[in-house]
């Protein structure tokens, strides 16, 4: 099963228009494709997909009896399965760890070929550790400065949390980790590359189980609600960035329109590929897809 979550350092970037779409052009494959709504608190992938009558969903598994299986839903779409979330959680941030955990073993037990996690915005721990459940998450971003920055940050954060989990609290190398997060100065003006050497110098053990970790981790990015061609360079900038800065290859997945059918769609109940598959955005969705 291919575990593909799907984040955003901000919101409003159509994270979740991507994730939607996405899995139904898998499932349009023949692939046996489950799509989760993570952005609990503020959930409307529903919306997206033009599933209404749910009335259980995340929330209700973690709150009431019941099996995981009892919040499974057949879409309407052949081969796509759906897991709502639930917007009477007061956001992902109010998970507990433990809670958390659960999820995340549900998830890994699923029969499917794909997994499609739709994350909430930000860089919350717990959304950190679910984007990491795979080591081929999706960035999606817009092309302002302010999308494409907390994209980048997002990646940066997503890089500390795998440092951290490699590093156990009382060694060395955990104790570095500790001093520098209590140093914030320090910490926003030091890179990974930097950091990882102090890291091998002192704790060779744990650094080498963290590099092991970063050679796997090639996150790939989309780049969404383009409007001029030249906005594409700024997927290119963030590769650069995350190559010089961050140590992890970034692969560019592909850019998608601004298209106002998305709008149309959404007030018609139908994600944008069935709406209109041949439109521009629709069709960008296909391509990266097929890749």
């Known amino acids: 099963?291919?575990?593909?979550?799907?984040?955003?350092?901000?919101?409003?970037?159509?994270?979740?228009?991507?994730?939607?779409?996405l899995a139904i052009a898998l499932a349009q494959t023949g692939a046996k494709t489950y799509l989760v709504d993570m952005d609990l608190g503020a959930s409307n992938l529903h919306l997206i997909l033009g599933e209404y009558g749910a009335r259980k969903g995340i929330g209700t598994f973690l709150t009431k009896p019941g099996k995981f299986e009892d919040i499974v839903l057949q879409s309407q779409y052949?081969?796509?399965?759906?897991?709502?979330?639930?917007?009477?959680?007061?956001?992902?941030?109010?998970?507990?760890?433990?809670?958390?955990?659960?999820?995340?073993?549900?998830?890994?037990?699923?029969?499917?070929?794909?997994?499609?996690?739709?994350l909430g915005a930000g860089a919350h721990m717990g959304v950190l550790d679910f984007f990491l459940l795979s080591a081929r998450g999706l960035v999606v971003t817009a092309p302002t400065v302010t999308a494409t920055l907390d994209a980048y940050v997002f990646l940066k954060n997503a890089v500390f949390r795998m440092m951290t989990n490699a590093f156990p609290a009382k060694s060395k190398g955990g104790i570095?980790?500790?001093?520098?997060?209590?140093?914030?100065?320090?910490?926003?003006?030091?890179?990974?590359?930097?950091?990882?050497?102090?890291l091998k110098d002192i704790d060779p053990e744990h650094a080498d189980k963290f590099l092991n970790?970063?050679?796997?981790?090639?996150?790939?990015?989309?780049?969404?609600?383009?409007?001029?061609?030249?906005?594409?360079?700024?997927?290119l900038k963030i590769r650069r960035s995350c190559r010089q800065y961050l140590d992890i290859d970034l692969e560019h997945l592909g850019v998608i329109y601004k298209d106002s059918i998305q709008d149309v769609a959404l007030s018609s109940k139908l994600p944008v590929i069935i709406y209109k598959p041949k439109a521009i955005v629709s069709q960008g969705i296909y391509r990266i897809a097929e890749k």
Request: a neutral charge.
């Open 1 to 21: 099963m291919q575990v593909i979550p799907v984040a955003g350092g901000k919101g409003g970037v159509g994270k979740s228009l991507i994730a939607a779409n």
């Open 78 to 118: 052949e081969n796509l399965f759906f897991i709502p979330g639930d917007s009477e959680i007061p956001g992902f941030a109010a998970l507990k760890v433990g809670q958390r955990n659960l999820l995340a073993k549900e998830f890994v037990k699923l029969k499917a070929d794909y997994l499609i996690i739709d």
């Open 176 to 198: 570095y980790l500790e001093e520098l997060r209590n140093d914030s100065s320090s910490m926003q003006m030091m890179y990974i590359p930097k950091i990882t050497e102090k």
């Open 213 to 235: 970790m970063l050679e796997k981790f090639k996150p790939r990015l989309i780049m969404n609600m383009v409007q001029d061609p030249k906005d594409v360079d700024k997927a």
